[in-house]
């Protein structure tokens, strides 16, 4: 199956995915190539794309993910067009960086409640190691490892510090 991509003019996104209705029934027994001309001109008579627009053509599998349903949406907004699909691996390291701080400030709130009980109590010695856990936390951004050549290798590096990320 093929899709097509487009420059975005809008942030965050470098690209715009546009997947043709290969399942509607509306006008049967037309080929790939006809489905996406008429997708394009769809797209052009609702504003989508101008008559003027760039756009590519491209295979499933040729997608980050290797289809439209596996399709790497966690950098999706990294994606880049230079003569096919590139994903932009600076940006994709900021993108990782948000989710890992994301999570990390999710378990120092949840720490804060953990400190509480331990300052009203009086335990001094939960006090400090939950401050000591705190800071390793907070030091997180500055000293978590992000290199990584590719999309996957990267998005499989995360802190063992911090509970595995679900999506």
């Known amino acids: 199956m093929q899709c097509i991509l487009t420059p975005n003019k809008k942030a965050p996104y470098n690209l715009r995915l546009i997947v ?5 029934a509306t006008i049967p027994d037309m080929s790939q190539d006809e489905w996406i001309a008429r997708t394009i001109s769809r797209n052009i008579d609702v504003g989508v794309l ?5 756009y590519w053509v491209v295979e499933e599998e040729d997608l980050p993910g290797g289809s439209l349903e ?3 949406s966690y950098f999706f907004d990294c994606w880049e067009w230079h003569d096919g699909i590139t994903v932009n691996m600076a940006k994709a390291r900021t993108v990782h960086l948000a989710a890992i701080r994301r999570a990390r400030d999710n378990e120092l709130a ?13 335990d001094t010695n939960a006090q400090t190691k939950i401050a000591a856990e705190k ?3 907070r030091d997180l951004p500055q000293t978590f490892d992000l290199t990584a050549r590719t999309p996957e290798q990267l998005r499989a590096r995360w802190p063992k510090e911090l509970p595995r990320r679900t999506a």
């Open 110 to 122: 949840a720490m804060d409640i953990a400190w509480m009980k331990a300052a009203e109590s009086g």
């Open 135 to 137: 800071q390793i936390l």
């Open 20 to 24: 043709p209705a290969y399942g509607s």
């Open 50 to 54: 101008s008559v003027d627009s760039e």
């Open 70 to 72: 596996d399709a790497d």
